[in-house]
């Protein structure tokens, strides 16, 4: 059972940045894809940032450009550094493991492990 724990979300004005974070409890992130996904209410769950075991990265078009995904395995975290922040990309944020393939993908259904979410607000 692999746990995922999210950090770093909160109120931001629009072109600020903020970093996010998100923690695994064991080194799942050094052998497995993990991504980044976002919910805004009413809105179903949309792929923003995936990153490989070999440190290959994919963005979804709204956000590329703006948003960075890395990892630390050494500290078994994943981040999310987000900078020119837009009112439309307040959502609740959450990071994700695939654990069957090694290629990323942009789809939730094919993540296998989940966070609880941290909520980005950014104001106009």
């Known amino acids: 059972q692999v746990q995922l724990v999210e950090s770093g979300g909160g109120l931001v004005q629009a072109g600020g940045s903020l970093r996010l974070s998100c923690a695994a409890s064991d080194g799942t992130f050094r052998s497995y894809v993990s991504g980044w996904f976002r919910q805004a209410p009413g809105k179903e769950r949309e792929f923003v940032a995936a990153i490989t075991r070999s440190g290959a990265a994919i963005y979804s078009d709204s956000v590329k450009g703006r948003f960075t995904i890395s990892r630390d395995t050494a500290k078994n975290t994943v981040y999310l550094q987000m900078n020119s922040l837009k009112p439309e990309d307040t959502a609740v944020y959450y990071c994700?493991?695939?654990?069957?393939?090694?290629?990323?993908?942009?789809?939730?259904?094919?993540?296998?492990?989940w966070g609880q979410g941290t909520q980005v607000t950014v104001s106009s």
């Open positions: 994700a493991v695939r654990l069957s393939f090694y290629s990323a993908s942009s789809y939730p259904s094919d993540y296998d492990y």
